[in-house]
T-cell receptor, first 112, second 112 residues
Framework: EAAVTQSPRNKVAVTGGKVTLSCNQT?????MYWYRQDTGHGLRLIHY???????EKGDIPDGYKASRPSQENFSLILELATPSQTSVYFC???????????FGPGTRLTVL | GDSVTQKQGQVTLSEDDFLFINCTYS??????LLWYVQYPGQGPQLLLK?????NKGISRGFEATYDKGTTSFHLQKASVQESDSAVYFC???????????FGDGTVLTVKP
């Protein structure tokens, strides 16, 4: 069965600090995605990747970096966290650009 | 760019009631339209997919249809159960990149 895991599940950070959110998938999917979900809103795409070594900007990339060191792992990096980045972050993987995306359980990030 | 509008933020029904959720979309590519369901504490999971080829999708008692003339797509279920309580998102697949654009979600509460 498709498996996407995220760590940590909950994170409290201070303004100006560096935050790294990690995602691992065992589906052997080429594509991986990072979204954020704010209360009362749908998911918005931050960064995505077509394979190891590649990252692409999504719809709201400002303030975020991404890293795809391997097929299985995709990280989201907040170099200087701000309170506006308080949100729930979801990682997803997909086999090709039209394939179903499988989502992880999410990471709740609070920036104080 | 692509856009999706999902205006029904909250829907409250009783068991065995009829469910109807509507989304409108805008895209310059051939639309592939998705419905995702999200249960508390989980990531979204694909419920239904509708393309211009099939015009309709059916899964778990839910039916999704789309109307090209009005650029709208609908999710319906004849008889909801308490276990259907969740958040339902419509989403549009970008025909060139496969990126997803989500609506804001509909919180469905089904009372026993």
């Amino acid at each position: 069965e498709a498996a996407v895991t995220q760590s940590p599940r909950n994170k409290v950070a201070v303004t100006g600090g560096k935050v790294t959110l990690s995602c691992n998938q065992t589906n052997n999917h080429n594509n991986m995605y990072w979204y954020r979900q704010d209360t009362g809103h749908g998911l918005r795409l931050i960064h995505y990747s077509y394979g190891a070594g590649s990252t692409e900007k999504g719809d709201i990339p400002d303030g975020y970096k991404a890293s795809r060191p391997s097929q299985e792992n995709f990280s989201l990096i907040l170099e200087l966290a701000t309170p506006s980045q308080t949100s729930v972050y979801f990682c997803a993987s997909g086999g090709d650009i039209y394939a179903e995306q499988f989502f992880g359980p999410g990471t709740r990030l609070t920036v104080l | 760019g692509d856009s999706v509008t999902q205006k029904q933020g909250q829907v409250t029904l009783s068991e065995d009631d009829f469910l109807f959720i509507n989304c409108t979309y805008s895209t310059t590519t051939y639309p592939t339209l998705l419905w995702y369901v999200q249960y508390p504490g989980q990531g979204p999971q694909l419920l239904l997919k509708v393309t211009t080829a099939n015009n309709k999708g059916i899964s778990r008692g839910f039916e999704a249809t789309y109307d090209k003339g009005t650029t709208s797509f609908h999710l319906q279920k004849a008889s909801v159960q308490e276990s259907d309580s969740a958040v339902y998102f419509c989403a549009l697949v970008d025909g060139n990149t496969g990126k997803l654009t989500f609506g804001d979600g509909t919180v469905l509460t089904v009372k026993p």
